[in-house]
């Protein structure tokens, strides 16, 4: 509690002053910064007390600004399993976003597209989760004054969120298709055997974060939504090789319409 209380503290005397939305930006999206009038932009290494992102092509960067009359903290990069990070670390910046003011959190990711109907840069808001990540963000003393120690998961995507944004992307014409997510550790993609697995177990897509934060937001009864976009398609019966520079690409491809959805969204808020 001490080690978010410093970091509240030197974020609010570097400027941030209350945030009510927070944004995490996954693998290769980005664009919605252009929709932000950035005031500050503090790297992560700036932070004292902060985790480090050690992965080359996520950037690593904290960054406070507008978008109509509504103070946004974005970040622009996530930590994960596979970096080696502590569920603990992972979700600190979550912590330290509700501790700064933020009342709805939005999350973002690039994930893997199990459901056959989902194909390469569609938008897949995250409907549920199942998490098969090892260890949990939760485990440890609880901190009373964050959340409870057993916190209820029954809808851990706020409805009123989710409504939201199917809305929005009506008006925009964006095709929003919903799915439950399943976590994964990573690094490495899944097997034919790990895909069909996933399929049969319930998931829609796959991917190597997420859960963790929204399982933080939940305990601290933060109102959370997630989308994923979808940049490979994990037919097992008909799988290709993928590497790290085309689902970065797919992603980037279905960027700009996740940008104008959560843009749209936030002004509604
Ligand atoms: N599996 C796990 N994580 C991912 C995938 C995938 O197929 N695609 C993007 N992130």
Redesign the pocket.
Known sequence: MEQLNNVKDFLTEAGIHNPTIGIVLG?GLHQLLNFIDIKKTIPYTDIPGFPVSTVEFHKGNFIYGTIANKNIVVMQGRFHVYEGHSMEQIIFPIRVMKLLGVQTLFLS?????INLNFKKGDLVLIDDHINLQTGNPLTGKNFDELGARFPDMSEPYTPSLKKLLQQKAGELNIELKEGVYAA?N?PN??TKAE?RYLKIIGADL???STVPEVIAANHMQLPCAAISV???E?DPDNLKP?NIAE?IKAAGKADEKLSRLLYLAILSL
């Open positions: 693998t990711n690039a994930a893997g597209g994964v990573g993609l899944e895909y796959v991917g190597m979808i940049t490979d994990c993928v689902i």
